[in-house]
């Protein structure tokens, strides 16, 4: 697609529920990340797939975090037993994998999750 | 590890006045800097970046930024601003190298910008 597509666009779920949103980059994008947005703050790292190698997850917050790539286009972040501190609006981005210069990454509109 | 600083968590200005928005980023070496704009509800969108060529750097919708490496600032300005520019700003920073993985971005708190009529 023209963009990076982000689903669903909102989610509530009830503390204790398992979540998954869903992250359809810029099709022939290598590069894909995630992020957390709290709310007045500025995005946080969570983790980046080259393809669908998960090279980079240190930015994952506890171990009910988890994020797959399989086929590396679609990725999935998937949070497990939610918590109240894991509503935010988590962005997904991807960007070319250029091996010189700066590599540009387009977000999504993001997924805004609120656990009750 | 390298950090943004954005000075001022809100920013008002009158229509057709200054717009200034500071950045400061710590960084052992010179990195890839980057303003991101991000209207309500929406993703971010890049303003602008730098990557070493010329330190002033031009974007979209008429911002402009700044690299001072003596300063570690790299502040986004418009000469005059538009009712349209009302949104949440933020500078991000990139490694120029990395071993493994990707120039993942550190982003700053973010500053509103209100435009005033």
Redesign the interface.
């Known amino acids: 697609g023209a963009g990076?597509s982000q689903s669903p666009r909102y989610k509530v779920a009830k503390r204790g529920q398992d979540v998954a949103l869903r992250c359809d980059p810029i099709s022939g994008h290598v590069?894909l990340?995630w992020y957390q947005q709290a709310l007045?703050?500025?995005?946080?790292?969570l983790t980046?797939f080259?393809n669908e190698a998960q090279?980079?997850k240190s930015g994952l917050p506890s171990d009910r975090f988890f994020a797959e790539r399989p086929e590396g286009s679609v990725s999935t972040l998937k949070i497990q037993r939610t918590q109240q501190e894991d509503s935010a609006v988590y962005?997904c981005?991807s960007?070319l994998?250029r091996a010189s210069?700066?590599?540009?990454?387009?977000?999504?509109?993001?997924s805004r999750l609120t656990v009750l | 590890a390298q950090s943004v600083t954005q000075l001022g968590s809100h920013v008002s200005v009158s229509e057709g006045a200054l717009v200034l928005l500071r950045c400061n980023y710590s960084s052992s070496v010179p990195p890839y800097l980057f303003w991101y704009v991000q209207y309500p509800n929406q993703g971010l969108q890049l303003l602008l970046k730098y990557t070493s060529a010329a330190t002033l750097v031009k974007g979209i919708n008429g911002f402009e930024a700044e690299f001072k490496k003596s300063e570690t600032s790299f502040h986004l300005t418009k000469p005059s601003a538009h009712m349209s520019d009302a949104a949440e700003y933020f500078c991000a920073v990139s490694d120029r190298v990395v071993i493994q993985g990707a120039q993942k971005l550190v982003f700053g708190q973010g500053t509103r910008l209100t435009i005033n009529p």
Not at chain 1, 101 to 110: E, K, P, R, S
């Open positions: 990076v590069s990340f007045g703050q500025g995005p946080e790292f980046y080259q090279l980079d962005l981005a960007s994998n210069g700066a590599n540009v990454l387009t977000f999504g509109a993001g």
